[in-house]
T-cell receptor
Framework: AQTVTQSQPEMSVQEAETVTLSCTYD???????LFWYKQPPSRQMILVIR??????QNATENRFSVNFQKAAKSFSLKISDSQLGDAAMYFC???????????FGQGTRLTINP | DVKVTQSSRYLVKRTGEKVFLECVQD?????MFWYRQDPGLGLRLIYF???????EKGDIPEGYSVSREKKERFSLILESASTNQTSMYLC??????????????FGPGTRLLVL
């Protein structure tokens, strides 16, 4: 069975600095997708960034980028120039090619200190 | 924009009550999902549906059932609520497919307290 592990329950960073959230996963599949979702306090969960396993290039979305290490089964999220609005729960998720459902990690609560 | 709505943001029920949680999406998505979110456990899939009247068990279906009579609506039913079902319930929807464009869109969540 596929599993996703986020080993950092909580992280904090000073505003304008860079923070990296860790995620590891376990799968025997070769074709799959990885996601980072953001859940702000009392607001809906939204997709931050997506990575296809067959792509070697790391995905980027503005201040958000990933470090995808397929052999190590690692998928970390880097947030540059942190802003107060980045404060949220962040969930790493996995879906293998051919499946409809996502497998989520435990989540990391990110606090931004002004 | 995709909109996924849930019937209640907060709900308080008593042990043994039958509880209905409703989810509606407006993007004609085939897939709909019910998750449960608990601290330290992340999101766990309860049930999902890929078409009207079709359903598949997720990882934790015990104590729950679902109904999908119309494409836009997916209901989660707690037949006899218990205190260990106190949790945040999230609904999501997505288009049917297995490629790289099938993003799940989430509702705001229902925080259920069972006394």
């Amino acid at each position: 069975a596929q599993t996703v592990t986020q080993s950092q329950p909580e992280m904090s960073v000073q505003e304008a600095e860079t923070v990296t959230l860790s995620c590891t996963y376990d799968t025997s599949e070769s074709d799959y997708y990885l996601f980072w979702y953001k859940q702000p306090p009392s607001r809906q969960m939204i997709l931050v960034i997506r990575q296809e396993a067959y792509k070697q290039q790391n995905a980027t979305e503005n201040r958000f980028s990933v470090n995808f290490q397929k052999a190590a089964k690692s998928f970390s999220l880097k947030i540059s120039d942190s802003q107060l609005g980045d404060a949220a729960m962040y969930f790493c998720a996995y879906r293998f090619q051919g499946a409809q459902k996502l497998v989520f990690g435990q989540g990391t609560r990110l606090t931004i200190n002004p | 924009d995709v909109k996924v709505t849930q019937s209640s943001r907060y709900l308080v029920k008593r042990t043994g009550e039958k509880v209905f949680l409703e989810c509606v999406q407006d993007m004609d998505h085939e897939n709909m999902f019910w998750y449960r979110q608990d601290p330290g456990l992340g999101l766990r899939l309860i049930y999902f549906s890929y078409d009207v009247k079709m359903k598949e068990k997720g990882d934790i279906p015990e104590g729950y059932s679902v109904s999908r009579e119309k494409k836009e609506r997916f209901s989660l039913i707690l037949e006899s609520a218990s205190t260990n079902q106190t949790s945040m319930y999230l609904c999501a929807s997505s288009i049917l497919g297995t490629g790289d464009r099938e993003t799940q869109y989430f509702g705001p969540g229902t925080r259920l307290l069972v006394l």
